[in-house]
């Protein structure tokens, strides 16, 4: 079973940028979908954005399209999310995570999803 590590969050203003990184372990990487999820103080965890095995097809939640963008090196067995525009409400703890392949298209639901980061937190002040 792959494991996930994320990286990259922070304190950030209103309007700001980060780039959120989750470095996978094992020779499988390439085999699975990855997603992004967050959960905010109080809420239930929301998905965020979800990318295909080799990186070619990518879903975003509609309060991050044209905002977030998500990509992955299967060389590095890394995926990476890129947040511009950032608001208050986008602060949450953001949580990587690994599917089969077989559950892209139902990779807006976590309960798909095998394995998953410690999760990293992004506060953005506005």
């Known amino acids: 079973q792959v494991q996930l590590v994320e990286s990259g969050g922070g304190l950030v203003q209103a309007g700001g940028s980060l780039r959120l990184s989750c470095a996978a372990s094992g020779r499988t990487f390439s085999s699975y979908a990855m997603g992004w999820f967050r959960q905010a103080p109080g809420k239930e965890r929301e998905f965020v954005a979800r990318?295909?095995?080799?990186?070619?097809?990518?879903y975003y939640a509609d309060s991050v399209k044209g905002r977030f963008t998500a990509s992955r090196d299967n060389a590095k067995n890394t995926v990476a999310l890129q947040m511009n525009s950032l608001k208050p409400e986008d602060t949450a703890v953001y949580y990587c995570?690994?599917?089969?392949?077989?559950?892209?298209?139902?990779?807006?639901?976590?309960?798909?999803?095998?394995?998953w980061g410690q999760g990293t937190q992004v506060t953005v002040s506005s």
């Open positions: 995570a690994a599917a089969p392949a077989s559950q892209f298209y139902r990779g807006y639901n976590s309960d798909m999803y095998d394995a």
């Open positions: 990318i295909s095995p080799s990186g070619g097809i990518v």
